[in-house]
């Protein structure tokens, strides 16, 4: 059955930290800053492509600024560029990789969850070019989901080089994804903000800090390929916040929880009825340019990207003209086109959207300064719609820095996230992944077989065996065993001193059993196993549990560090730690006499003391 564990207390619980880190996140995070810096220059490439593609479809030039379509002269005909730029995409989606399809951060999730965080080399080559040409020709999307889908490509692509576990392509895969939002946006914090809440699915420093160092270094970099940050600078607003300006942050925040939920909403609806044409997929991506293009016939400032609008909403004084377009047109177009499966991001639409609202609401809120609520709406909507509230208040405010900000912020994003988990199960992001037969669970908790020890759930009540017992004494110890639930199957073996010997399988005593009936009975001694594999009373049951899956046993004998017995563990008795998690969450204790009556609303069936 194995050798068994002889550590001594103080060894066992010198292992126990507040960590599982090892030297080896050395090595990896050293690999994460390399692909920091590669991650940077894709950024830099992602973006020169996209303004040469807007030149091109647009102006019919060559050129690789950033430029806005809405300063075309192709009048009506600008409704046929976002459709050949769809079909371009349709066909390198259908004949390259279906996996450009998208926006990115679910095609992120499923490559880490279902896929080994292993990515096809042609997808980071793909899907940059695809986004490009998506964007470049009208389509109203953010580069960040495509640079974090391209930058996670490369990380995978060099854990799998390298022959890394999958976990530690999982985290290079994250760390490039991080760092090419951080050199899209000159937000390094924010971006390891998005990796923790959205993709790493585990806070442990061996994957945070080769993240945090590979969006470091993007970020670092940036400032001598794409220039310094703020990307979008603001007016200085005042730190004070009043009581009017907090309840109005509340408001702020519930309007944007609203319109997180519409716009999900609309995304999923777009896509429920691209399923039901009878056509190929692949002609999707057309039929949403086609919304494309007529929308930027009505409002030419919804085509692209539209970080010129996004600065303009946080100047405040926007054009009612401009705030109506972006509500109406460009989150329309932005729905339908996503829901046809093309390639494109969606930071940067729920980001003008949410300017937008705000732009709105400062209509009627207080005056706190210009674009003060445009920001604040901002961060709700984007906090909001992909669920991840502190990467809503951290990147509103690294592409602001305006760090007085942050309390309205914290309040409005906090709103919106908490209307949206309560209206909705899925978000933006994890509705897709749902659709394709998964379950994701975002929510984080210390795992309860962490902190709870084999001495807590032992099972004291067992046969143990003496090493020099005789076929008569063990028959008599077996018929006076209590009768329990779940029949003994596997016994321990001790010697006078209740020291752990062996163990020895019911099946294993039958047969020695047997083998006395017929006169060929050998000692007990020499028919158990003498180097079993044990359980410490003072070890977690998390510990407990991996050594049975590494052993394939599923019941161990428990002993003291002297090697005395102390009972026996079994896999059900790992069940008493999730039992307890349940009875703390469910059992409702009286603490004072007063008796308050709840609604049935909230969930008051009875009176709460």
Known sequence: MGTPHTDTAAERLEHLGDFTVTPRVLWISLMAICIGLFAAYIALVLMKLIGFFTNLFFFQRAGTALVSPAGHHLGIFVVAVPVIGALIVGFMARYGSDKIRGHGIPEAIEAILMNGSRVEPKVAVLKPLSAAISIGSGGPFGAEGPIIMTGGAVGSLVAQFFHLTSTERKTLLVAGAAAGMSATFAAPVASVMLAIELLLFEWKPRSLIPVALASVTAGAMRRYILGMGPVFPVPVHSAVVGPEALFSCLLVGLLGGVMSVLLTQ??????????????????????????????????????????????????????????????LVKSTIWAVSLGSGTSGGVLAPLLMVGGALGGFEAGFLPLQGAGYWPLVSMGAVLGGTMRAPLTGIVFALELTH????????????????????????????????????????????????????????????????????????????????????????????????????????????RQWLDAANTGQAKPLGEAIERSPIVAYADEPLRTIVFRMAETGLTRLPVVADDRSLVGMIALTDLLTARTRILESEQRRERVFGARLRLPAVFGGKSDIV
């Open 402 to 509: 305006d760090v007085n900000l942050m309390l309205p912020l914290l309040l409005a994003v906090t709103v919106s996230y908490g209307f949206t988990t309560l209206m909705m199960r899925r978000s933006i992001l994890t509705e897709k992944i749902s659709r394709r037969g998964y379950h994701l669970s975002s929510e984080y908790a210390v795992d309860p077989l962490e902190i709870i020890f084999a001495r807590e759930v032992v099972r004291t009540t067992v046969v143990a065996l003496p090493a020099d017992a005789t076929p008569d004494r063990v028959a008599t110890d077996l018929s006076g065993a209590p009768k329990t639930r779940h029949e003994q199957r596997l016994f321990p073996v001790v010697d006078p001193e209740r020291h752990l010997v062996g163990v020895i399988t019911r099946a294993g005593l």
């Open 266 to 327: 609309a995304v999923y609806a777009s896509e429920d009825a691209f399923a039901h044409l009878p056509i190929h997929w692949m002609w999707w991506p057309a039929i949403g340019g086609l919304v494309i293009g007529i929308g930027g016939l009505i409002f030419p400032q919804a085509l692209g990207v539209g970080y010129d609008v996004i600065a303009e909403l946080l100047q405040g004084d926007t054009p009612r003209r401009v705030i109506l377009g972006v509500l």
